[in-house]
């Protein structure tokens, strides 16, 4: 492989990220242009009105492709300023084995929309944050220096672009520093006058060949392309089609060696295509021999039911926020989550780059293909770019043999139905080789979902189990939030699909100045109990095809991670791996079958106390912004001194709003009455902004972490059991805000 680099302002100066940034799309002959670059924030918006697009110095540096809120860019912004408008610019040569080729330049991902002017002229624009795009360039090119300028637009505030766990204020809960402008690496690559534009990759293990489908830009007569599949450097197989554009190619196998979990092969493909007899073009690529398929509540890997371990992966680096520092940086993480016994990952609310997935093909590491979809008010102005990067992603990421599904939304409610079921349709015929979930927790509104899932975050093992272990078709059903709280829908109801519990654990532990979700374990012993008891309700269900733990590593201010930011383990990481590994029950095909999809009656709950669901405006609450008291959560307390207010609380757009709260925190008291009377489940169904604590006659009950937008069940039946007395009980609320918007409603619930 031959790299070439030339510098902008040092050419001796090390270069970031000097790999290939795509090894499945790969050419020899390629230039990076990674680096330093020059560098400008343009706070008035009129940089085309003073020349920046050729010419003209901008007044910073940068080292791309790192974003100027990172570290490692040189500016270490942070979320210090908005950075709306700016712009880049550096000079290049074209190398001597580059004159006389078709010249494109590539861009691995820049947040949100791009302008790219090369010599002063518009090359092309791009809108969206996440997967590569090129442009040809030829014919914009010079003898000598050449000048590339961007713009970048990145209005995350607006709400019609998807910007994932980026903070659009201070990083806070589960949102962290943001990411600006070009973050993924910036290349210059030399094509034949016709060349391989892009290829379908297919495998089909059960007869020992792999389908492609390759498009062939370019003019050229009597165009010829040739595939060859390689195991272990020796002709596998081969193929040849003839003509322009789109080219079908099937080539047989002599020997079938299976990508597997744990246990990739990985076939080398190579393109050659020909005019005649001269070779105009060649590309290096690879595949995985594997397929998928869903039988009853089983997704098969090779016909093999494997259950996935899988960890939230959220793709953050304390000094490069989203992109790695190096490339051996991308496979150490994938490295870590095996070390703990986990065989897979949720690439959670961003869009990995090839060299990630490049690694999890290479190491036999599972991931489902997800989308960074908060920040996106899901209004119809914005359909067309989400539709349009979906589908880029789609594109780009098909022939990754480990990516085992696709999801394109995380926790929405009812009311993203129409472009999840837009979007749903679109991967399914983009791609209908893996199975697709039309959202990752909260409201499924699919009519004829192929998985399902939800989230859990139940801090208490035996809870989860319980819930979990029985008939899904009657705990999914009580598990959804009642219907009037508005945060489900009738199709979440199971239908003996294939389902996991998507979220779990996020078990806090060394949380100063930070939270994990609920209450952390007070020792080292007592989080290993907490793991392995939440790790085994998923690996003794025979119902479940899989689970995903929260999380890999600490991330800034939420610190539920196995990992510290750092990389550094928390935990013994052997004593995880043997807690998590151990075989599932439903590897074993244990009364795997699917259960009967019949429902039972919903839950006959009784409010204690109401959220604004039960009749407007609940009764008043009293109220305090200032730290009380030790005792203020005790029943005895005097509280005659503290405002009276209606719930909900807050100061947030689009929300019933009871009392105005603009402070960092809330407390507050109420009055309940209970009869003494028996009860089965007791629960607190809240939506909260941000950290929360509830007390019952000053025993907690419930501690949850972050924000959430919607109204979520939490089961505190044994909590309940403790604290609750016949008669006059009180119940005392702290709510905590760090940046946003506030809001605190919640109703207790028994039944």
């Given at each position: 492989m031959t790299v070439l680099v030339i510098g902008v302002f040092d050419s001796s100066a090390e270069v970031p990220r000097p790999e290939h940034p795509r090894p499945d799309l790969f050419r020899e002959n390629w230039m990076t242009l990674n680096g330093e670059w020059q560098f400008e924030i343009d706070k008035a918006a009129d940089g085309e009105s003073r020349g920046l697009t050729y010419g003209k110095d901008l007044n910073a540096k940068i080292i791309v492709p790192f974003c100027p809120e990172s570290?490692?860019?040189?500016?270490?912004?942070?979320?210090?300023?908005?950075?709306?408008?700016?712009?880049?610019?550096?000079?290049?040569?074209?190398?001597?084995?580059?004159?006389?080729?078709?010249?494109?330049?590539?861009?691995?991902?820049?947040?949100?929309?791009?302008?790219?002017?090369?010599?002063?002229?518009?090359?092309?624009?791009?809108?969206?944050?996440?997967?590569?795009?090129?442009?040809?360039?030829?014919?914009?090119?010079?003898?000598?220096?050449?000048?590339?300028?961007?713009?970048?637009?990145?209005?995350?505030?607006?709400?019609?672009?998807?910007?994932?766990?980026?903070?659009?204020?201070?990083?806070?809960?589960?949102?962290?520093?943001?990411?600006?402008?070009?973050?993924?690496?910036?290349?210059?690559?030399?094509?034949?006058?016709?060349?391989?534009?892009?290829?379908?990759?297919?495998?089909?293990?059960?007869?020992?060949?792999?389908?492609?489908?390759?498009?062939?830009?370019?003019?050229?007569?009597?165009?010829?392309?040739?595939?060859?599949?390689?195991?272990?450097?020796?002709?596998?197989?081969?193929?040849t089609a003839t003509g322009p554009w789109q080219n079908r190619l099937v080539v047989n196998l002599k020997e079938k060696k299976l990508w597997e979990p744990g246990s990739p092969f990985l076939y080398d493909l190579k393109f050659t295509l020909y005019s005649g007899t001269e070779r105009l073009d060649e590309l290096k690529s690879y595949f995985g021999l594997r397929n998928i398929a869903i039988d009853g509540r089983r997704i098969l890997i090779n016909g093999k039911p494997v259950f996935q371990r899988l960890i939230l992966d959220q793709g953050f680096y304390p000094e490069g926020l989203w992109t790695a520092p190096t490339d051996e940086a991308l496979k150490k993480d994938i490295e870590m989550c095996m070390a703990c016994g986990y065989n897979g990952a949720r690439l959670h609310q961003k869009v990995f780059e090839p060299r990630f997935l490049y690694w999890a093909d290479k190491?036999?590491?599972?991931?489902?293909?997800?989308?960074?979809?908060?920040?996106?008010?899901?209004?119809?102005?914005?359909?067309?770019?989400?539709?349009?990067?979906?589908?880029?992603?789609?594109?780009?990421?098909?022939?990754?043999?480990?990516?085992?599904?696709?999801?394109?939304?995380?926790?929405?409610?009812?009311?993203?139905?129409?472009?999840q079921q837009m979007i749903w349709n679109v991967t399914k015929a983009v791609d209908p080789t893996r199975p697709a979930l039309e959202t990752s927790g909260?409201?499924?509104?699919?009519?004829?979902?192929?998985?399902?899932?939800?989230?859990?975050?139940?801090?208490?093992?035996?809870?989860?189990?319980?819930?979990?272990?029985?008939?899904?078709?009657?705990?999914v059903d009580k598990l959804t939030t009642p219907a009037r709280y508005g945060s489900q829908t009738a199709s979440r109801s199971d239908r003996g699909l294939p389902f996991m519990v998507s979220e779990i654990g996020g078990i806090g532990w060394a949380t100063e100045g930070g939270w994990g979700y609920g209450e952390g374990p007070k020792t080292l012993d007592a989080f290993y109990v907490r793991y392995q008891g939440t790790i085994d309700a998923m690996l003794d269900n025979p119902h479940l095809f899989g689970f995903c733990y929260t999380q890999l590593t600490d991330i800034e201010q939420e610190k539920n991670g196995l990992y510290y930011y750092d990389r550094k383990p928390k935990f013994d990481v052997k004593k995880l791996h043997e807690i998590t590994s151990r075989p599932a029950a439903y590897e074993r095909n244990e009364s795997a079958?699917?259960?009967?999809?019949?429902?039972?009656?919903?839950?006959?709950?009784?409010?204690?106390?109401?959220?604004?669901?039960?009749?407007?405006?609940?009764?008043?609450?009293?109220?305090?912004?200032?730290?009380?008291?030790?005792?203020?959560?005790?029943?005895?307390?005097?509280?005659?001194?503290?405002?009276?207010?209606?719930?909900?609380?807050?100061?947030?757009?689009?929300?019933?709003?009871?009392?105005?709260?603009?402070?960092?925190?809330?407390?507050?008291?109420?009055?309940?009455?209970?009869?003494?009377?028996?009860?089965?489940?007791?629960?607190?169904?809240?939506?909260?902004?941000?950290?929360?604590?509830?007390?019952?006659?000053?025993?907690?009950?419930?501690?949850?972490?972050?924000?959430?937008?919607?109204?979520?069940?939490?089961?505190?039946?044994?909590?309940?059991?403790?604290?609750?007395?016949?008669?006059?009980?009180?119940?005392?609320?702290?709510?905590?805000?760090?940046?946003?918007?506030?809001?605190?409603?919640?109703?207790?619930?028994?039944?």
């Open positions: 570290k490692l860019s040189g500016l270490g912004l942070g979320n210090t300023e908005r950075l709306k408008d700016v712009w880049y610019r550096r000079l290049f040569e074209v190398p001597p084995t580059m004159k006389g080729k078709r010249l494109r330049i590539h861009f691995g991902g820049v947040d949100y929309k791009a302008w790219v002017y090369i010599n002063g002229q518009l090359a092309g624009t791009h809108i969206g944050e996440n997967v590569a795009f090129n442009f040809d360039v030829t014919h914009l090119l010079k003898a000598g220096a050449n000048e590339v300028v961007v713009k970048v637009l990145d209005d995350m505030w607006s709400g019609l672009q998807p910007t994932g766990k980026q903070s659009p204020d201070q990083s806070g809960g589960c949102i962290y520093t943001r990411t600006t402008g070009i973050w993924q690496p910036v290349w210059l690559e030399a094509v034949g006058s016709s060349f391989v534009e892009s290829i379908s990759v297919t495998p089909d293990p059960d007869n020992s060949r792999v389908l492609i489908e390759a498009k062939i830009n370019g003019l050229d007569k009597n165009l010829t392309l040739k595939a060859e599949a390689y195991a272990d450097g020796k002709l596998a197989g081969s193929d190491l036999g590491y599972l991931v489902w293909g997800e989308y960074p979809n908060w920040g996106f008010n899901l209004k119809p102005e914005g359909y067309s770019a989400y539709v349009n990067e979906w589908t880029e992603i789609l594109l780009r990421d098909r022939n990754h043999p480990s990516i085992v599904g696709w999801c394109a939304f995380n926790e929405t409610d009812g009311q993203a139905g129409e472009i909260w409201s499924h509104t699919l009519p004829h979902p192929e998985v399902l899932d939800a989230h859990d975050y139940d801090g208490n093992p035996t809870n989860l189990r319980d819930r979990w272990m029985g008939n899904l078709s009657v705990t079958a699917p259960q009967s999809s019949a429902k039972t009656s919903d839950a006959q709950w009784k409010v204690l106390v109401g959220a604004v669901q039960d009749g407007n405006l609940c009764t008043p609450y009293k109220y305090d912004t200032d730290k009380p008291a030790q005792d203020w959560t005790q029943s005895e307390f005097d509280d005659k001194a503290w405002k009276s207010g209606l719930a909900p609380f807050g100061h947030e757009q689009n929300r019933t709003i009871g009392t105005e709260w603009t402070t960092g925190d809330i407390y507050l008291r109420k009055t309940f009455e209970y009869d003494g009377g028996d009860f089965r489940k007791g629960a607190v169904i809240v939506c909260h902004d941000e950290d929360t604590e509830i007390y019952v006659n000053g025993q907690k009950i419930l501690g949850v972490g972050g924000f959430i937008s919607h109204y979520q069940l939490h089961m505190v039946t044994d909590q309940l059991k403790l604290a609750l007395k016949k008669g006059t009980n009180t119940i005392a609320v702290h709510t905590h805000q760090t940046i946003g918007g506030q809001y605190i409603d919640l109703a207790l619930l028994v039944d």
